[in-house]
Every structure is written in C-alpha cells, then in structure tokens.
C-alpha cells in the first residue's frame, strides 16, 4: 500500500532553535497538506502544497513532488510550537489523505 | 466563518454498548470524512461522503460501524456493539469539492474522544 514516513519521529528544540522536518511518500500525488496537532488534539491546517516552496510567517513548506517528499522548516521556535506535525499526501486515486505516523515536537523555554 | 463542528467532544461507554457522533462540515463543503486516530498514529479514514452520497467506505468495519448524510449537510457515524478497540479519537472534517481534484483541501473538527470500558 501507500507509505508515508515521517523523520524524525521526535524532536526536543530549545526556544528559538530551528527544524526541518522530513515526509516522504511513496507514490505520485495529487496535493499534500501539513498539519500541527496541539496538545488539545485540533488538526491545524498549515499548508496545502503540491509542489514548490510556500512560506507563513515562521513557517515555510517546500515539496518537490518528482522526488516524493516535503519538508516543513521551523525557524525560532516557540513554546506554542509544540504538538504532533502531520504530513499527509492526497493520492490521486481517491480524496482520501494518507497520514503519516508524525513528528512529536516539544521546546522547551 | 465558522469550523467544522462535532460532538459530543468526549464520551465513555461500555463495551458491546452503542454510541453516535454528529458532524456539522462547514457551509457549503460537498465532501466530509469520518477519520480514526487512535493513540500515537495519525488519522485514518473511514468513510468519505460527497453530497450524501458515499464515495468511500472500504475501511469502515461495517459489521459494526455505520455512518449517514441523509440532506447532504450534517452527519452521523454510530458504533454497535463497541470493543475495547475502538478507543479513539473520532475526526471529522470537509472540503469544498469533490475527491481526487486539485483544490481539495480538508478542514478537520476537534474531534470526539472516546473510551470504551
């Protein structure tokens, strides 16, 4: 089936380090979002990105769909930036998004 | 404007007994999906309507789930008998148009969580 893998599965950041966090994917896809899931448990949409490179204030997304991955970068990090991030493919097949397993993410002040 | 809305937001039951939960999608989304997401993994999909109409429900385990859309609007996802796993965290979310276009991003609710004893 359809693999998503996510690296590194956790990451402990000091306030205002940086980070990239890794999706590969298996098959060609339609579209992929990222995700940030607080500790409350609401999926948070961050970007929805076929391809190229979009950036939202400390947060940019680049996906290069040729060679079947993205990366999520986290620039000064903040307390808020803690939770599980998700990436998910939306395979051409079905609407349907294949999530991968996530990057637990925790800074500490 | 306003998310996707679900509830109840919490619930605990018993096993073998019966539970639903109700989805209202944001307005004028076509596409709503029922994910799973039990505890360290990320979401699965269950169900997938378009309008009401059932676009996919290969892993919804349908001797014991059930879900509707009856008006294309709201929707309900049930459980019965429950088992002990399907202690999860019950997702809904929406999008515009329909599967498999470009443009199909989905917008997720804050989900149901649930506890079977």
């Known amino acids: 089936g359809i693999q998503v893998e996510q690296s590194p599965p956790d990451l402990i950041l000091q306030e205002g380090a940086n980070s990239t966090l890794r999706c590969n994917f298996s098959d060609s896809v339609n579209n992929l979002q990222w995700f940030h899931q607080n500790p409350w448990g609401q999926l948070i949409n961050l970007f929805y990105?076929?391809?190229g490179t979009k950036q939202n204030g400390r947060l940019s997304a680049t996906t290069v769909a040729t060679e079947r991955y993205s990366l999520l970068y986290i620039s000064s990090s903040q307390t808020t930036d803690s939770g599980v991030y998700f990436c998910?493919?939306?395979?051409?097949?079905?609407?349907?998004?294949?999530f991968g397993q996530g990057t637990e993410l925790s800074v500490k002040p | 404007e306003a998310g996707v809305a679900q509830s109840p937001r919490y619930k605990i039951i018993e096993k073998r007994q019966s539970v639903a939960f109700w989805c209202n999608p944001i307005?004028?989304?076509?596409?709503l999906y029922w994910y799973q997401q039990i505890l360290g993994q990320g979401p699965k999909l269950l169900i997938q309507f378009q309008n009401n109409g059932v676009v996919d429900d290969s892993q919804l385990p349908k001797d014991r789930f059930s879900a509707e859309r009856l008006k294309g609007v709201d929707s309900t996802l049930k459980i019965q008998p429950a088992k002990l796993e399907d202690s999860a965290v019950y997702l809904c979310a929406s999008s515009q148009i329909g599967s498999g276009r470009a443009g199909n991003e989905q917008f997720f609710g804050p989900g149901t969580r649930l506890t079977v004893l």
């Open positions: 307005s004028g989304h076509a596409t």
């Open positions: 998910a493919p939306l395979y051409n097949q079905g609407g349907k998004l294949i």
């Open positions: 990105i076929p391809s």
